[in-house]
């Protein structure tokens, strides 16, 4: 039996976040769309988690992370302010774990100027004013082995899935 096991840690509210970029399963569901994927942990194990196809096409996989990204930060604002109300603020920024340096600098507004990234929907950069200007959220490089919401955007080996399982299940820090 596996049960989601929730624990006094004073640990902060994190946030992992990925993409799959054009996917191509080799089904008739292919659409070229990204998979956005999430997992939000407190208290020791997940609280909340997301997995489905962007509603648009990216360009790239920097554009893909960006969008998944955009999607967890919301997310993480709504959690923040939640946990705000039952008594728990968060003083720090909440980490948004991302594997994809890309995505990274185009959130911490390295290239915000840049030709390749002019395209974005500029409701996307709501993410960036939150990082730069707000300082609720903040990036955190996790390396792609370490990525928990990797099982939430493609198909992983049963050992992988297991791991990342047992991670938000809270039965084993990841």
């Not at 730069?132 to 996790?142: A, C, D, G, K, S």
Request: aromatic share 8%.
């Amino acid at each position: 039996h596996d049960a989601i096991t929730y624990r006094r840690t004073g640990k902060p509210l994190i946030v992992y976040v990925d993409s799959d970029y054009l996917p191509n399963y080799g089904t008739r569901f292919d659409n070229r769309r990204s998979t956005t994927g999430w997992v939000a942990f407190h208290a020791g194990a997940a609280v909340r988690w997301c997995s489905r196809r962007q509603s648009g096409v990216a360009n790239s996989t920097c554009e893909a992370e960006y969008y998944a990204a955009h999607d967890a930060a919301c997310a993480a604002l709504r959690m923040r302010a939640l946990l705000a109300d039952l008594g728990l603020p968060q003083s720090a920024p909440t980490p948004l774990l991302e594997d994809n340096q890309a995505c990274i600098k185009l959130g911490t507004n390295v290239f915000s100027n840049s030709r390749k990234s002019a395209h974005i929907d500029a409701r996307y950069h709501r993410l960036r004013h939150e990082i730069v200007n707000r300082r609720t959220l903040r990036f955190v490089y996790v390396p792609t082995a370490d990525q928990a919401a990797d099982a939430l955007t493609k198909p992983l080996p049963a050992p992988a899935v297991r791991r990342f399982q047992l991670a938000m299940s809270g039965a084993v820090p990841l």
